[in-house]
């Protein structure tokens, strides 16, 4: 496969507090656009934080990734609104990288960084905080237009325009996409849930969620 690919856009934020039903509420998904090289590091880009690292950030999500292309299709459902670059809370903005052809485990160079796809996003009550629509958090899952995480395996310096080279494609074969659909609508696949548990780069997450829905929908537990 011959990915040509580069990032677009960065965008950092540090987290704010905004106010949802009249409760204060802590959040880092507001994400602006950077100029110049920014420093990639384990854990985020430099100027980037996370408000709630129980459920976002970490090694595993280092960088939230978001493919340019997929505002085409939020313009057309969303014609009212500004969606200007960093609007998902998205960190990358890419071009030809898409959830059903990237594998959990591929490898790629980014600057001088390089970082590998764990998992998709899934959204949670602050996307509807962003967006000032509650319903968007259920749509965005519904289009598996998700985006996807990379942890980093070399932290770097990154830039606008920068090529994503891959470097190493993963032999599992299990895509991001694939996360999603076990999450939505393919809950009962037992032979694709066996995969994704067997997955070495799924985060134990992921890995843990799976088995269990194993368990039971096949009454024994899988070693």
């Known amino acids: 496969m011959k990915f040509d690919t580069k990032l677009i856009s960065i965008n950092v ?15 880092g998904i507001f994400k602006e656009p950077v100029a110049g090289r920014v420093m990639l590091r ?7 934080r996370q408000a709630d690292l129980s459920v976002h950030g970490g090694p595993s999500k280092a960088v939230y990734a978001y493919p340019s292309e997929h505002y085409e299709y939020w313009k057309r459902e969303l014609p009212e609104m500004k969606l200007p670059w ?3 809370g998205e960190n990358f903005t890419t ?10 485990g591929d490898k790629f160079r980014v600057g001088s960084a390089i970082v590998m796809v764990t998992e998709p996003r899934m959204p949670c009550y602050k996307l509807g905080i962003k967006f000032g629509r509650p319903d968007i958090v259920k749509r965005f899952l519904a289009s598996e237009r998700t ?25 599992d074969s299990l895509r991001v996409s694939d996360v999603t ?6 809950k009962h696949n037992i032979g ?8 070495e780069a799924l985060p134990e997450s992921w890995k843990s969620y799976f088995q269990h829905r194993l368990q039971k929908l096949t009454g024994s537990s899988q070693d």
């Open 13 to 27: 934020g540090r987290p704010r507090v905004v106010e949802s039903h009249g409760d204060p509420v802590s959040t």
């Open 95 to 104: 071009v030809g990288l898409f959830e059903s052809k990237l594998n959990i």
């Open 181 to 186: 659909a076990l999450y939505t609508h393919e």
């Open 42 to 48: 384990t854990l985020n880009l430099d100027g980037d």
């Open 147 to 171: 985006g996807f995480y990379f942890a980093v395996l070399q932290e770097g310096e990154v830039g606008v325009g920068d090529p994503i080279e891959l470097i190493e494609r993963s032999r």
């Open 86 to 88: 960093g609007m998902f």
């Open 192 to 199: 694709l849930l066996r995969r994704a548990i067997e997955i």
